[in-house]
T-cell receptor, first 114, second 110 residues
Framework: DAGVIQSPRHEVTEMGQEVTLRCKPISGHNSLFWYRQTMMRGLELLIY????????DSGMPEDRFSAKMPNASFSTLKIQPSEPRDSAVYFC????????????FGPGTRLLVL | GDSVTQMEGPVTLSEEAFLTINCTYTATGYPSLFWYVQYPGEGLQLLLK?????DKGSNKGFEATYRKETTSFHLEKGSVQVSDSAVYFC?????????FGKGTTLSVSS
């Protein structure tokens, strides 16, 4: 199995631009999580999907952030407009457990907003 | 709410030294407990877990015991290697998403 696939691995953009991060979960995993990691705040859960339905989006920072999971094979996290404080590593993780305790993380997308 | 507290890092050790990374938690119920490891430039990987009191999780020479009386899940290894250099995260789950500690950086020198 290829594991969780994230793209792009690195993204550099200018403030105000739209950024779209993508995640392909492991086949058969029905839970998907988006996390953000920064030195200051550590690892933060942004949103959690189960069977493609958003279950908990209380960690989404503000309206500039949105996430979708149109099918079991794909999810996106979009930031519009981006700001320098959004610079971080964004991880996608998936699980086949119920409850989703053991999570498999992708390699992350390192985002830099100038 | 639920939370996880880890010892501050970085932890710097020589090869073959004994490792302890402290982790304590606050939870309303009976969570499952985890240690995840993040190697440089990679995502987190599950290292070990324990699902009930007095359970011991173990993997790759690492161990941690679920102590309900002290609400702790300390990570230990008897003899660390340079390849163990990484960031270690303690986490808990009460049935939904994981709650992570801030991570402890371990650096092992030869």
């Amino acid at each position: 199995d290829a594991g969780v696939i994230q793209s792009p691995r690195h993204e550099v953009t200018e403030m105000g631009q739209e950024v779209t991060l993508r995640c392909k979960p492991i086949s058969g995993h029905n839970s998907l999580f988006w996390y953000r990691q920064t030195m200051m705040r550590g690892l933060e859960l942004l949103i959690y999907f189960n069977n493609n339905v958003p279950i908990d989006d209380s960690g989404m920072p503000e309206d500039r952030f949105s996430a979708k999971m149109p099918n079991a094979s794909f999810s996106t996290l979009k930031i519009q407009p981006s700001e320098p404080r959004d610079s971080a590593v964004y991880f996608c993780a998936t699980s086949m457990d119920s409850p989703p305790e053991t999570q498999y993380f992708g390699p992350g997308t390192r985002l830099l907003v100038l | 709410g639920d939370s996880v507290t880890q010892m501050e890092g970085p932890v710097t050790l020589s090869e073959e030294a004994f490792l302890t990374i402290n982790c304590t938690y606050t939870a309303t119920g009976y969570p499952s407990l985890f240690w995840y490891v993040q190697y440089p430039g990679e995502g987190l990987q599950l290292l070990l877990k324990a699902t009930k009191a007095d359970d011991k999780g173990s993997n790759k020479g690492f161990e941690a015991t679920y102590r309900k009386e002290t609400t702790s899940f300390h990570l230990e290894k008897g003899s660390v290697q340079v390849s163990d250099s990484a960031v270690y995260f303690c986490a808990l789950s009460e049935g939904t998403a994981l709650i992570f500690g801030k991570g402890t950086t371990l650096s092992v020198s030869s």
